[in-house]
């Protein structure tokens, strides 16, 4: 009887399927802790019209000192969780990769898990920029791999250097921004280095980065707004998440 009042829900619907920067793996970083919380990000995801995501837990010295094998046993117990669910949704196991001296020396032995395509997500020091950083890059890509930059947006000290993001780009690396970005989580700053980026046709994918289902609701909440209405077409023809493959 009261259904006039009710708001309308709208579409939430990304204009891709593939989600390519996610911390859903259960217990191996800081995003989903067990295989429950993993099932609740992955039905949030399916609400974004996602159905392949692309599992990029975070590899760090101290903190994550995750491998391929790790990576790949908390895969089969989600993969196994996600038949038993019936939930539609394809997984890949892959990583977040901080460029640091765990990284080297994982990189060195030939421990890595790249992504489907030999994509391989690459995070810089939220610090400083490294001294070698277009060398590790560029070597990445002649060794077959397609590097990543995760949400370049979010690195303040390229704020005043745009000209850094011209000459990565410009080198063939491709650029990954948070759609948390866009909706103001990381502040201003990352937002208006994202937008730049936008309007200099350097965005090539578009990434939850989730570790929560808190995250996903402010990421849906982002595009029901006018701001991602906008946004959308200007992204659109540059994006390429459903390439990873
Ligand atoms: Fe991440």
């Known amino acids: 009887m009261f259904n006039f009042l009710r708001k309308k829900k709208e579409n939430v619907s990304l204009f891709y399927n593939t989600d390519v ?13 067990t295989v429950e919380q993993s099932l609740e990000m992955l039905e949030e995801e399916i609400k974004m ?3 392949r995501v692309i599992c990029t837990s975070h590899v760090t010295a101290d903190t994550f000192e995750n491998t391929p094998e790790t990576l790949t046993n908390a895969y089969n117990v989600l993969s196994q969780a ?3 669910a019936g939930l539609d949704i394809e997984l890949h196991a ?6 640091d001296e765990y990284w080297e020396q994982q990189y060195a032995a030939g421990n890595v898990l790249p992504m489907p ?10 610090q400083q920029e490294l001294l070698q950083l277009d060398e590790l890059l560029f070597d990445l890509m002649l060794h077959g791999y397609k590097p990543i930059l995760a949400h ?20 063939g690396v491709k650029f990954q921004i948070n759609l948390l970005s866009l909706a103001g989580y990381f502040g201003q700053g990352a937002r208006e280095n994202a ?6 046709g350097m965005v090539d994918m578009l990434g939850t980065d ?3 289902t808190e995250h996903a609701h402010i990421i849906q909440e982002y595009l029901r707004s006018k701001d991602w209405r906008k946004l959308a077409p200007q992204l659109m023809p540059n994006i390429i998440n459903d390439n990873v493959k």
């Open 94 to 99: 892959s990583a977040e990769y901080r460029i």
């Open 210 to 212: 989730m570790h929560n």
């Open 49 to 51: 019209g996602i159905n």
């Open 152 to 171: 370049p947006e979010r690195y303040g000290y390229y704020s005043h250097r745009h000209n850094r993001y011209e000459k990565m780009h410009g080198q």
């Open 195 to 200: 937008m730049w980026l936008i309007k200099h």
């Open 117 to 126: 395509g030999k994509y391989i997500l690459m995070e810089n020091s939220f």
């Open 82 to 84: 996600v038949k038993e």
């Open 21 to 33: 920067h996610c911390h859903i793996l259960p217990g191996v970083d800081h995003g989903a802790h």
